[in-house]
């Protein structure tokens, strides 16, 4: 069922467009069925959760984090993860960076937008978005040249580690000469953050036409942030039930579960 659904889906999507499989609430036998038809991205929302399956899963998995992050959890997130999507707050972010600025690492985050209807939902305004991209300053130039935005994670990390191992290279083990290529016109802030675009979702609703006018909103702050800075390069929006709509709506990510998965399990 894992292994059909997933081919159906990406005979579907559009090239360019990646598929996280929402694997939160599933066992692990769920998720090597995905695994073994070639899913490599992988998100979690609950930090005990990605924390307990992550040693379970082949090392080459990509994993991303997509629920609310309390700050007194980062431990159980960061060292694993390749993007967290869903940094809701200034709070979160700085506490990001200061993890990051710890660890000698680079950490690729996307900004979550208040999208829906519902007061529940975390996130920040469009206008706050816009201050902290230009308070925080391209993310990934260096040295006045730009470069895309770069998902490096704990694979890129092992792999690196391995080859000072095996060179001799000091210095390099969690990288330390990354952190400081990026941090040239970056606020001493956030040099350890690295702000790759925004992440969304759409009121909870049936009606798509709802759907549709929220994800022109975060579309037209997308784009805007694209014209400000080029190298804000992802849009996650998207899921089961409503994610041909969030392509429409250039969409870069979309975060899949049910249509994969079946029901959770809880």
């Not at 208040?114 to 816009?130: D, M």
């Given at each position: 069922m894992v292994?059909?659904?997933?081919?159906?889906?990406?005979?579907?999507?559009?090239?360019?467009?990646?598929?996280?499989?929402v694997?939160?609430f599933?066992?692990?036998?769920?998720?090597?069925?995905?695994?073994d038809?070639?899913?490599?991205?992988f998100a979690?929302?609950?930090?005990?959760?990605?924390a307990?399956?992550?040693?379970?899963?082949?090392?080459?998995?990509?994993?991303?984090f997509?629920?609310?992050?309390?700050?007194?959890?980062?431990?159980?997130?960061?060292?694993?993860?390749?993007?967290?999507?869903?940094?809701?707050?200034?709070?979160?972010?700085?506490?990001?960076?200061?993890?990051?600025?710890?660890?000698g690492?680079?950490?690729?985050v996307?900004?979550?937008?208040?999208?829906?209807?519902?007061?529940?939902?975390?996130?920040?305004?469009?206008e706050?978005?816009?201050?902290?991209?230009?308070?925080?300053?391209?993310?990934?130039?260096?040295?006045?040249?730009?470069?895309?935005?770069?998902?490096?994670?704990?694979?890129?990390?092992?792999?690196r580690?391995?080859?000072?191992?095996?060179?001799?290279?000091?210095?390099?083990?969690?990288?330390?000469?990354?952190?400081k290529?990026?941090?040239?016109?970056?606020?001493?802030?956030?040099?350890?953050?690295?702000?790759?675009?925004?992440?969304?979702?759409?009121?909870?609703?049936?009606?798509m036409?709802v759907?549709?006018r929220?994800f022109e909103?975060?579309?037209?702050?997308?784009?805007?942030l694209?014209?400000?800075?080029?190298?804000?390069?992802?849009?996650?929006?998207?899921?089961?039930?409503?994610?041909?709509?969030a392509?429409?709506h250039?969409?870069t990510?979309v975060?899949?579960?049910?249509d994969?998965?079946?029901?959770?399990?809880?």
């Amino acid at each position: 069922m894992v292994a059909k659904a997933l081919e159906s889906l990406r005979a579907t999507l559009p090239v360019g467009v990646e598929l996280v499989a929402v694997s939160k609430f599933h066992p692990v036998e769920r998720l090597m069925e995905a695994y073994d038809a070639g899913q490599r991205i992988f998100a979690e929302s609950r930090p005990q959760e990605l924390a307990a399956k992550v040693p379970q899963m082949p090392q080459d998995v990509k994993w991303h984090f997509i629920g609310h992050l309390q700050t007194n959890k980062l431990k159980l997130v960061l060292p694993y993860v390749d993007l967290v999507q869903s940094v809701d707050s200034l709070h979160l972010l700085q506490a990001i960076n200061a993890w990051g600025a710890a660890n000698g690492r680079i950490i690729n985050v996307l900004l979550e937008l208040h999208l829906g209807a519902e007061e529940t939902k975390q996130g920040f305004s469009a206008e706050e978005i816009l201050s902290i991209v230009s308070w925080a300053g391209t993310p990934s130039e260096t040295h006045g040249h730009p470069r895309p935005c770069k998902r490096e994670g704990p694979a890129d990390w092992r792999a690196r580690e391995q080859a000072c191992l095996v060179t001799g290279t000091t210095g390099c083990g969690r990288g330390l000469s990354e952190a400081k290529e990026v941090s040239e016109g970056v606020p001493a802030q956030l040099k350890n953050i690295r702000i790759c675009g925004l992440m969304g979702m759409a009121t909870n609703t049936d009606d798509m036409e709802v759907v549709e006018r929220d994800f022109e909103r975060i579309e037209r702050l997308f784009l805007e942030l694209q014209a400000v800075n080029p190298q804000i390069t992802e849009l996650s929006i998207g899921m089961s039930g409503d994610w041909p709509v969030a392509v429409r709506h250039h969409a870069t990510m979309v975060r899949i579960g049910t249509d994969i998965f079946g029901p959770r399990e809880y």
